[in-house]
């Protein structure tokens, strides 16, 4: 089984990029920019990985960032996952970023959109990996506050492809963001928002009412409201799962409790992705393979996953079908 999930051509959907900054990559740009962090060694920071709940992650996710400060921090933040995925056989990644979560610090939207995309560029013609960027808005903060990194944007349409809503979530509901979602809808940005990881069902509800989403980050908690899951399957609304995350953050207690089957069996259209692999413990092959073993997923059901991946994606219906292609092809000789 290992080898047959390692194998098969995938998507990811669900990736901060600055969820992927491994400790020993942090500790040598930290260096480089004359920056000390307040761990000894690589395995103080790691150990340092021991999360009670989203919030508590998302303090050391913030600190992890602000080591960032050069375009070529990006660039080699960005490469390095790049190079992990396409040895999981990931084929295509929509990779958020966190703009706010730089500009607050000082440093610039472009150098940090600069250095993302310079790698983004050099993986599609050097790994064959093609990607798209979706920038997030951190709901902790006021709508003001993404309105102004939505203008900042407005300059770089030809590489931002979408807007998303992340960090804490419980007590900022997307109904916080209707009008800035509108916008960024208006100007043809594609739409997606976590919702449903620690936040109620009605926060899934929401994102698909007030802010229009296309995906739903996580997802988990639509599983609590019968007609909403109705909905999504009507609708085929991918839900960009993430299950080692969902472990490491306590959203769900043990492999074996995880609803990646249950989702589907009700015919949701689910993905698995890693979401901050260098803070959760794997890359999207891992988490293939822990909900594989955890739930005794069949061969059928992990190929529908890596289906949905590209189904699930924002690309053309003939890109889609190269894809579906190739993995049916994976399948056919694994
Ligand atoms: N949830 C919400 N915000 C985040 C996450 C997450 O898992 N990772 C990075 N920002
Ligand atoms: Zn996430």
């Known amino acids: 089984m290992r080898s047959f999930i390692a194998g098969l051509p995938k998507a990811e959907l669900h990736l901060h990029i600055e969820g992927t900054f491994e400790p020993e990559l942090m500790f040598a740009i930290a260096k480089r ?27 050391l996710y913030y600190q992890g960032m602000s080591v960032l400060r050069q375009e070529q921090d990006f660039t080699d933040l960005t490469w390095a996952y790049l190079e992990r995925a396409r040895a999981d ?43 798209k960027l979706i920038m997030c ?25 979408g807007v998303g809503l992340d960090s804490a979530e ?3 509901p997307p109904s916080k963001f209707e009008r800035v979602f509108a916008r960024a809808r208006g100007e043809g940005f594609l739409c997606v928002a976590h919702a449903g990881e620690e936040g109620p069902a009605d926060y899934v509800r929401e994102a698909l009412d007030l802010l229009r989403v296309a995906r739903i980050d996580h997802g988990n908690r639509a599983l609590d409201d019968e007609g909403l899951i109705a909905r999504l ?18 959203v769900v207690d043990e492999a074996k409790a995880h609803p990646l089957k249950t989702m589907l069996d009700k015919g949701l259209v689910a993905t698995v992705n890693s979401d901050d692999p260098a803070y959760f413990g794997g890359y999207v092959n891992d988490n293939y393979i822990a909900m594989q073993e955890a739930l005794g997923l069949t061969r059928d059901e992990i190929a529908t996953l ?3 991946s590209f189904e699930a994606a924002f690309l053309s219906r003939t890109e889609k079908d190269a894809h579906l292609a190739r993995l049916d092809g994976a399948v056919a000789a694994l």
């Open 33 to 59: 920019n004359g920056i000390d962090l307040p761990y000894d060694s690589v395995g103080a920071l790691k150990a340092a990985y021991d999360f009670s709940d989203l919030r508590d992650f998302l303090n």
């Open 170 to 172: 419980v007590g900022h």
């Open 137 to 161: 808005f951190l709901r902790d903060l006021p709508e003001s506050d993404a309105e102004r990194t939505l203008d900042r944007a407005l300059a770089h349409k030809n590489r931002i492809a």
């Open 306 to 308: 890596a289906r949905n």
């Open 89 to 131: 056989n990931v084929r295509h990644a929509e990779i958020f970023f966190d703009p706010q979560g730089h500009t607050q610090r000082g440093v610039s939207f472009e150098t940090a959109l600069d250095g993302i995309w310079h790698a983004l560029e050099r993986g599609e013609r050097e790994l064959g990996l093609s990607s």
């Open 233 to 250: 399957v009507r609708d085929r609304v991918p839900l960009t799962v993430c299950p080692l995350s969902n472990l490491r953050l306590r």
